[in-house]
């Protein structure tokens, strides 16, 4: 885990901790068919992933977590509570993301999404994000069945020296 990162949160950002993860995971069961588990959550905490809440006190508006390669970001969970939707928190945590991506030396932003996440898809490509291939079968889908992910990704400028 990157120093910088842990010096450098956004307005009303802070770091996930394990006491988080039960206001973490009511979000996650409610906007996803397919949730992350418990143990998800935990093992990230764990791992030391790049793990961040939207937050006001206790009261968790959104979520992001990444895991941070030599030179690159893996965007692995991105969340926004449903009644918190659509007022721009996403795009906010993004913007949070891409500057704590250039302050770590990264220069590449990556993401899997379900293929039929219009909404997710929209706000990524209306971010900056490029569509780069698939992966076949990637996410579990109703009846048993798998679905496609898109691969999108995201150059950084290379970080201004006292940015
Ligand atoms: C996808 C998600 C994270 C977006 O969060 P959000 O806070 O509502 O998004 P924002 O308000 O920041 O909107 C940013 C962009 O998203 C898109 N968007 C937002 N609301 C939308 C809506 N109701 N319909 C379609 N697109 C929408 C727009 O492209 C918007 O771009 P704009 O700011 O230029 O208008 C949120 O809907 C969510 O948590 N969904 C469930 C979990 C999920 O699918 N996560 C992504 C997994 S890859």
């Not at 250039?102 to 899997?112: D, F, H, K």
């Amino acid at each position: 885990m990157s120093a910088c990162l842990a010096e450098c949160p956004g307005p009303g950002l802070r770091r996930m901790q394990v006491p988080d993860v039960e206001a973490v995971l009511a979000i996650e069961n409610a906007v996803y068919e397919f949730p992350w588990s418990r143990g998800n959550f935990i093992d990230s905490l764990a791992a030391g992933y790049e793990a961040w809440l939207l937050a006001e006190g206790t009261t968790v508006t959104g979520y992001f977590l990444a895991l941070q390669g030599v030179d690159e970001m893996h965007l692995l969970n991105i969340s926004v509570a449903p009644g918190q939707q659509g007022r721009g928190h996403a795009r906010a945590m993004l913007d949070v993301l891409c500057r704590l991506c250039r302050q770590a030396g990264c220069l590449q932003l990556w993401l899997e999404v379900r293929q039929s996440n219009e909404r997710a898809r929209a706000l990524y490509r209306r971010y900056g994000f490029t569509e780069v291939g698939q992966r076949r079968a990637y996410y579990p889908a109703a009846n048993g069945l798998r679905e496609d992910a898109v691969l999108m990704s995201l150059q950084l400028p290379a970080q201004e020296v006292g940015a």
